[in-house]
């Protein structure tokens, strides 16, 4: 007998895939007095969560706290620490404005290149004040790649440029800068990606790379780069400028955080300022920045938290490459006073950042539809390639699936200006690591088959032509093979605190928020909530500002657990059939939305995965002489009964002889084949509080020699049917 029929069943639908491995940041024991050392320090009661993150991240003095939890008890590096390139990058600057020579930015079209443009555009024109003295120059997404290209170098000669500055980019294309020289112009490299075995011949080349990895500079980007350019130069001509340098620091703190860098040293230290200024464009009738205003009531963000950098404004900034390819206007953005103009280019990208959203979601599924007919376990770098997909969202998609699947990933479209045969296409797009793998050092071992190349390691652009694809592919893969072996890794979910939906709320956000900003090597706290289910489950499509909808979705929730408490939820990119009845385990994000119109705190969730039911270590089982019983469900031992071996299934009996009924008893007669299965019943248990009985028979014995003897006949009469 089966409590269910057919269409009874419990739901054995899964949500999205979740990553397979777990695992949780190991917890170490704290000193005695540390939780009520952080609490003098921070000034919250009691925070347990807060120091026991502190404690596990290294930070367990209160020396290494100072610097970190407030950026007005940090020493900030002197920008001439970067040494004789500094020097020699401020002298020539210098000597540009005593001659009123023109001198043009070279950007990127990325967020951290966009607000590096807009920094140094703000910080030279304090300097460089003659008419049209100051360009800048950012390619193309759609139509060319990063870096410097021939083609731009012939145009700002022909504009009587004299110096080129690039900023978060030039530090490998030593061809472009003898071009430069050739035609009369000199060059300074900022930049942060990686350095070339031989220096180009620049007048300076301004790089963290060149400083130690224990230098708190040594993980500045292309914006911070930037920054410290001009701050040397306020430091040398402190009489010049107009403008404090502080209004610049809001643009470091998006780049900073939109770039994905370590927020180690400095680099802290200009997110936790660039944070306390971006704040105030809110708060003032008329802010500093009003493109900056604007892009925050776009998004319903204050401006006070990282999060309204990584989810709010560097999406949108890179949405304007993304969907136009020209990001020019962004720097007209970030950097104009007029509020009407910047009205206008604020809900340009608003809009851009709507459909890229949409074509993100529609390049991912094409994308997982054509990993459906590989052999995953055969490939440790995924390379796919569809002529269709716009290079714009490539990279965006290419770290979902790197992150789902825990393998580097590289997808490329097929770009053929002027090709006039196949040997002319070129495979172009962008590359994505995961696990702290070295991308750039992969993609690198494969140079001479590629047309272009830069990055960083965790993330690359890259094109070669079409027809040496599977050679690379081949390639690319072997290589990994043999730096990081043939076992394959398995998607991870890492938790730092368990917690309960009663623990959710503003005491722990305030004990989480010790850490922001949070970056690589100092990773947003993940929450795992055990054993819960959701409520008032919801998707919707969102849309664009016309009202149209467009694919990309996300879904609601309020989430609820034993501790009677229940708290709102969001998972970006997912249906309300991702969260199916039943009790789950949830990995979260906590996170706090201080819009004026949308304040409130919610979970954000990573992953689920079916809870694991709690271990049981003394079944029941029942006896012929007293027949089966209720047991009290409130033992966490007694939900399982074992009649395996007490009487057939059909012959069980309550005390009274009847027969158990469903309403009293679930029984399992057949034996699950997979453990998933077994938890599908737990779940039921949990909802219907009644036992599970497990009263199927035990298995029949198998003859070994007869069964061989059995398949050696069918072989054979395969073989001689083939035969014949």
Same mark, same amino acid.
């Given at each position: 007998?089966?409590?269910?029929?057919?269409?009874?069943?419990?739901?054995?639908?899964?949500?999205?895939? +979740?990553?397979?491995?777990?695992?949780?940041?190991?917890?170490?024991?704290?000193?005695?007095?540390? =939780?009520?050392?952080?609490?003098?320090?921070?000034?919250?009661?009691?925070?347990?969560?807060?120091?026991?993150?502190?404690?596990?991240?290294?930070?367990?003095?209160?020396?290494?706290?100072?610097?970190?939890?407030?950026?007005?008890?940090?020493?900030?590096?002197?920008?001439?620490?970067?040494?004789?390139?500094?020097?020699?990058?401020?002298?020539?600057?210098?000597?540009?404005?005593?001659?009123?020579?023109?001198?043009?930015?070279?950007?990127?079209?990325?967020?951290?290149?966009?607000?590096?443009?807009?920094?140094?555009?703000?910080?030279?024109?304090?300097?460089?004040?003659?008419?049209?003295?100051?360009?800048?120059?950012?390619?193309?997404?759609?139509?060319?790649?990063?870096?410097?290209?021939?083609?731009?170098?012939?145009?700002?000669?022909?504009?009587?440029?004299?110096?080129?500055?690039?900023?978060?980019?030039?530090?490998?294309?030593?061809?472009?800068?003898?071009?430069?020289?050739?035609?009369?112009?000199?060059?300074?490299?900022?930049?942060?990606?990686?350095?070339?075995?031989?220096?180009?011949?620049?007048?300076?080349?301004?790089?963290?790379?060149?400083?130690?990895?224990?230098?708190?500079?040594?993980?500045?980007?292309? =914006?911070?780069?930037?920054?410290?350019?001009?701050?040397?130069?306020?430091?040398?001509?402190?009489?010049?400028?107009?403008?404090?340098?502080?209004?610049? =620091?809001?643009?470091?703190?998006?780049?900073?955080?939109?770039?994905?860098?370590?927020?180690?040293?400095?680099?802290?230290?200009?997110?936790?300022?660039?944070?306390?200024?971006?704040?105030?464009?809110?708060?003032?009738?008329?802010?500093?920045?009003?493109?900056?205003?604007?892009?925050?009531?776009?998004?319903?963000?204050?401006?006070?938290?990282?999060?309204?950098?990584?989810?709010?404004?560097?999406?949108?900034?890179?949405?304007?490459?993304?969907?136009?390819?020209?990001?020019?206007? +962004?720097?007209?953005?970030?950097?104009?006073?007029?509020?009407?103009?910047?009205?206008?280019?604020?809900?340009?990208?608003?809009?851009?950042?709507?459909?890229?959203?949409?074509?993100?979601?529609?390049?991912?599924?094409?994308?997982?539809? /054509?990993?459906?007919?590989?052999?995953?376990?055969?490939?440790?770098?995924?390379?796919?390639?569809?002529?269709?997909?716009?290079?714009?969202?490539?990279?965006?998609?290419?770290?979902?699936? &790197?992150?789902?699947?825990?393998?580097?990933?590289?997808?490329?479209?097929?770009?053929?200006?002027?090709?006039?045969?196949?040997?002319?296409?070129?495979?172009?797009?962008?590359?994505?690591?995961?696990?702290?793998?070295?991308?750039?050092?992969?993609?690198?071992?494969?140079?001479?088959? *590629?047309?272009?190349?830069?990055?960083?390691?965790?993330?690359?652009?890259?094109? *070669?032509?079409?027809?040496?694809?599977?050679?690379?592919?081949?390639?690319?893969?072997?290589?990994?093979?043999?730096?990081?072996?043939?076992?394959?890794?398995?998607?991870?979910?890492?938790?730092?605190?368990?917690?309960?939906?009663?623990? *959710?709320?503003? &005491?722990?956000?305030? /004990?989480?928020? *010790?850490?922001?900003?949070?970056?690589?090597?100092?990773?947003?706290?993940?929450?795992?909530?055990?054993?819960?289910?959701?409520?008032?489950?919801?998707?919707?499509?969102?849309?664009?500002?016309?009202?149209?909808?467009?694919?990309?979705?996300?879904?609601?929730?309020?989430?609820?657990?034993?501790?009677?408490?229940?708290?709102?939820?969001?998972?970006?990119?997912?249906?309300?059939?991702?969260?199916?009845?039943?009790?789950?385990?949830?990995?979260?994000?906590?996170?706090?939305?201080?819009?004026?119109?949308?304040?409130?705190?919610?979970?954000?969730?990573?992953?689920?995965?079916? &809870?694991?039911?709690?271990?049981?270590?003394?079944?029941?089982?029942?006896?012929?002489?007293?027949?089966?019983?209720?047991?009290?469900?409130?033992?966490?031992?007694?939900?399982?009964?074992?009649?395996?071996?007490?009487?057939?299934?059909?012959?069980?009996?309550?005390?009274?002889?009847?027969?158990?009924?469903?309403?009293?008893?679930?029984?399992?007669?057949?034996?699950?084949?997979?453990?998933?299965?077994?938890?599908?019943?737990?779940?039921? =248990?949990? /909802?219907?509080?009644?036992?599970?009985?497990?009263?199927? &028979?035990?298995?029949?014995?198998?003859?070994?020699?007869?069964?061989?003897?059995?398949?050696?006949?069918?072989?054979?009469?395969?073989?001689?049917?083939?035969?014949?």
């Amino acid at each position: 007998m089966t409590p269910f029929s057919s269409a009874q069943r419990p739901n054995k639908q899964r949500p999205e895939q +979740c990553p397979a491995d777990w695992q949780a940041v190991p917890t170490a024991a704290m000193k005695d007095g540390w =939780v009520e050392t952080v609490a003098q320090m921070t000034g919250l009661p009691k925070p347990v969560f807060g120091a026991q993150l502190l404690w596990n991240r290294g930070l367990r003095s209160p020396a290494s706290l100072v610097g970190f939890l407030k950026a007005s008890d940090y020493e900030p590096t002197s920008p001439f620490a970067f040494g004789e390139e500094m020097e020699w990058a401020v002298e020539r600057l210098m000597l540009a404005r005593d001659r009123s020579e023109k001198v043009a930015i070279w950007g990127d079209f990325d967020a951290d290149g966009v607000t590096s443009t807009a920094v140094l555009w703000d910080g030279l024109r304090q300097f460089l004040t003659g008419e049209n003295q100051l360009t800048y120059f950012i390619p193309n997404r759609l139509k060319e790649s990063h870096g410097l290209s021939m083609l731009g170098i012939n145009q700002l000669a022909e504009q009587g440029v004299k110096l080129i500055v690039t900023c978060d980019t030039g530090s490998t294309n030593p061809a472009e800068i003898d071009q430069a020289r050739s035609l009369g112009m000199e060059v300074i490299v900022t930049d942060h990606h990686t350095l070339p075995e031989i220096r180009p011949a620049v007048v300076a080349i301004v790089n963290p790379r060149t400083l130690p990895r224990e230098h708190p500079m040594a993980h500045l980007s292309g =914006v911070a780069v930037a920054y410290k350019l001009i701050e040397a130069l306020y430091e040398r001509l402190p009489d010049v400028p107009t403008r404090p340098l502080s209004e610049l =620091v809001d643009l470091v703190a998006i780049g900073l955080i939109a770039d994905l860098v370590e927020l180690t040293g400095d680099c802290r230290y200009l997110a936790q300022i660039g944070i306390a200024q971006l704040q105030t464009h809110l708060q003032r009738d008329q802010p500093v920045r009003p493109g900056v205003a604007r892009l925050l009531q776009l998004c319903r963000r204050a401006g006070d938290r990282p999060t309204d950098i990584s989810f709010g404004i560097g999406p949108r900034i890179n949405a304007v490459s993304r969907i136009y390819g020209d990001a020019r206007f +962004c720097v007209e953005l970030l950097t104009s006073d007029d509020p009407e103009r910047c009205r206008e280019l604020a809900e340009k990208a608003e809009l851009a950042n709507v459909r890229r959203k949409a074509l993100q979601n529609d390049v991912l599924q094409q994308a997982m539809q /054509q990993l459906q007919t590989q052999d995953l376990s055969t490939m440790g770098v995924i390379v796919l390639c569809n002529s269709q997909w716009p290079v714009g969202v490539l990279g965006l998609v290419a770290g979902q699936i &790197a992150q789902q699947h825990a393998k580097p990933t590289i997808l490329l479209t097929v770009d053929s200006p002027g090709a006039e045969d196949d040997a002319d296409m070129l495979a172009r797009g962008s590359a994505r690591s995961v696990n702290n793998i070295d991308l750039y050092d992969l993609v690198n071992s494969q140079a001479h088959l *590629l047309k272009s190349f830069g990055g960083h390691p965790f993330a690359a652009g890259l094109s *070669l032509p079409l027809n040496d694809l599977p050679m690379f592919t081949a390639a690319i893969n072997q290589q990994y093979r043999q730096k990081m072996g043939i076992s394959a890794s398995s998607p991870t979910a890492q938790c730092d605190l368990t917690v309960t939906v009663a623990d *959710l709320g503003a &005491a722990l956000f305030q /004990q989480l928020k *010790l850490l922001e900003p949070c970056g690589i090597g100092n990773p947003v706290p993940k929450l795992l909530i055990q054993n819960c289910w959701f409520e008032s489950v919801w998707h919707q499509k969102l849309k664009d500002r016309t009202g149209s909808k467009v694919g990309y979705i996300k879904a609601s929730f309020t989430i609820c657990d034993d501790s009677g408490a229940r708290f709102p939820g969001l998972w970006w990119g997912h249906y309300k059939d991702d969260l199916p009845p039943g009790r789950w385990d949830v990995i979260a994000e906590l996170d706090y939305n201080s819009h004026p119109k949308s304040r409130r705190y919610e979970i954000r969730a990573i992953a689920i995965r079916e &809870a694991i039911p709690k271990p049981f270590t003394k079944p029941i089982t029942a006896e012929l002489s007293t027949g089966l019983k209720q047991p009290d469900l409130k033992q966490a031992d007694s939900w399982l009964l074992d009649f395996r071996r007490v009487q057939p299934p059909n012959q069980i009996t309550t005390e009274t002889g009847a027969k158990p009924s469903p309403k009293t008893t679930l029984i399992l007669s057949e034996c699950p084949t997979q453990w998933t299965e077994l938890t599908l019943w737990q779940q039921q =248990v949990a /909802q219907t509080h009644q036992p599970l009985a497990l009263a199927y &028979a035990e298995p029949v014995a198998i003859d070994p020699l007869q069964q061989w003897k059995t398949l050696l006949g069918l072989a054979k009469s395969l073989a001689g049917s083939k035969l014949r």
